[in-house]
T-cell receptor
Framework: GNSVTQMEGPVTLSEEAFLTINCTYTATGYPSLFWYVQYPGEGLQLLLKATKADDKGSNKGFEATYRKETTSFHLEKGSVQVSDSAVYFCALSHFNNNDMRFGAGTRLTVKP | GAGVSQSPSNKVTEKGKDVELRCDPISGHTALYWYRQSLGQGLEFLIYFQGNSAPDKSGLPSDRFSAERTGGSVSTLTIQRTQQEDSAVYLC????????????FGNGTRLTVT
């Protein structure tokens, strides 16, 4: 079945460091891929998405590129801020059944 | 407009009691999901409703869990004979049909079974 695997956390970085959170997926066909973020005390919200191979999703300085050849959708940011501290979830949605499957989440803490 | 609304926001119940959790999705959203988020864990898929189709119940952890969606709108997740391991945040999300549509989440119901 469809599934998503994320790098395990927690991840702790200093402000202005480079961030990569790895995400790989297993699915037949061509799923849509998403990153969701959960800030402390808040609900989950969409961060970015990509709907086909080689698409790049971007938002708030974060980027992720849909790589079909490596079945990956790694999240990157060139310079993190304290306000980026949150839990990040990779997810996929398959056209055939539309159900959204999430990775386990990666907790990021950015220290000043 | 209004987002996804879940009630109650917090529920404390005794082991063995039944609980009902409610979700009001965004108007017009045809798809509705329930997830469970345990402390320090990721999102566990529970059940998915899409329009009038039969729901995908493949994520329900046991027969103590059930859910219904009335009139294609409001959904209720019922847990019978609650156990301590049922303690978690139960999240509801809705979206338009289509795999490119992101989910809109409610703030969840925090269930504590004592």
């Amino acid at each position: 079945g469809n599934s998503v695997t994320q790098m395990e956390g927690p991840v702790t970085l200093s402000e202005e460091a480079f961030l990569t959170i790895n995400c790989t997926y297993t699915a037949t066909g061509y799923p849509s891929l998403f990153w969701y973020v959960q800030y402390p005390g808040e609900g989950l919200q969409l961060l970015l998405k990509a709907t086909k191979a080689d698409d790049k999703g971007s938002n708030k300085g974060f980027e992720a590129t849909y790589r079909k050849e490596t079945t990956s959708f790694h999240l990157e940011k060139g310079s993190v801020q304290v306000s980026d501290s949150a839990v990040y979830f990779c997810a996929l949605s398959h056209f055939n059944n539309n159900d959204m499957r999430f990775g386990a989440g990666t907790r990021l803490t950015v220290k000043p | 407009g209004a987002g996804v609304s879940q009630s109650p926001s917090n529920k404390v119940t005794e082991k063995g009691k039944d609980v009902e959790l409610r979700c009001d999705p965004i108007s017009g959203h045809t798809a509705l999901y329930w997830y469970r988020q345990s402390l320090g864990q990721g999102l566990e898929f529970l059940i998915y409703f899409q329009g009038n189709s039969a729901p995908d119940k493949s994520g329900l952890p046991s027969d103590r869990f059930s859910a219904e969606r009335t009139g294609g709108s409001v959904s209720t997740l019922t847990i019978q004979r609650t156990q301590q391991e049922d303690s978690a945040v139960y999240l509801c999300a809705s979206t338009y049909r289509g795999s490119t549509s992101p989910l809109h989440f409610g703030n969840g119901t925090r269930l504590t079974v004592t």
